[in-house]
T-cell receptor, first 114, second 111 residues
């Protein structure tokens, strides 16, 4: 596989559930990102990892917890979510954070919180 | 506060026509201006980008025009094709290497 792969593609969860989103990149990049995409709104940066170290937490609520075990994998752990958290969650990668304008995105996980 | 304002929200163009999407920004420290294209069910993909020391960049049917003094930049899609129907996002990179995105423009090309 090439590029950035996200699983699952769709996720429906109740507000009391715990679930995780997974992202894997096969590009040899060293920076990985989580973005939230809501309809008619700009993409919102959530977290940035550079060489496995978190370099950005964009005031994201603690019910979202990222994990980056290595430069190829990124997870977003979800718990006690709210209905307003329903959105498309996009993972992206770049060579490093200094190449942050040239992002490679996955196809996203469509999250619905009921 | 939205750092990059994009317009229009949507547009419809006939096949062969020109699609024009505009973006405006306030932060003069932005140093890189990419455009991303997103098809339904897919993630955004980098389409074309420009740096502020250049006034125009062309790649095939896609052209970015950049007006530094007006703090505006635009994407022109020449000879628009049905396969160009997608949502387009402008963005701007700040000195901390983070991107600020516009809200997107949905382009529909009618055959």
């Amino acid at each position: 596989e090439t590029g950035v792969t996200q699983t699952p593609r769709h996720l429906v969860m109740g507000m009391t559930n715990k679930k995780s989103l997974k992202c894997e990149q096969h590009l040899g990049h060293n920076a990985m990102y989580w973005y939230k995409q809501s309809a008619k709104k700009p993409l919102e940066l959530m977290f940035v990892y550079n060489f496995k170290e978190q370099t950005e937490n964009n005031s994201v609520p603690s019910r979202f917890s990222p994990e980056c075990p290595n430069s190829s994998h990124l997870f977003l752990h979800l718990h006690t979510l709210q209905p307003e958290d329903s959105a498309l969650y996009l993972c992206a990668s770049s060579q490093d954070v200094f190449s942050g304008g040239a992002l490679h995105f996955g196809n996203g996980t469509r999250l619905t919180v009921t | 506060q939205q750092q990059v304002k994009q317009s229009p929200q949507s547009l419809i163009v006939q096949k062969g026509g020109i699609s024009i999407i505009n973006c405006a920004y306030e932060n003069t420290a932005f140093d890189y201006f990419p455009w991303y294209q997103q098809f339904p069910g897919k993630g955004p993909a980098l389409l074309i980008a420009i740096r502020p020391d250049v006034s125009e960049k062309k790649e095939g049917r896609f052209t970015i025009s950049f007006n530094k003094s007006a703090k505006q930049f635009s994407l022109h899609i020449m000879d628009s094709q049905p396969g160009d129907s997608a949502t387009y996002f402008c963005a701007a990179r700040s000195q901390d290497y983070k991107l600020s995105f516009g809200a997107g423009t949905t382009v529909t090309v009618r055959a």
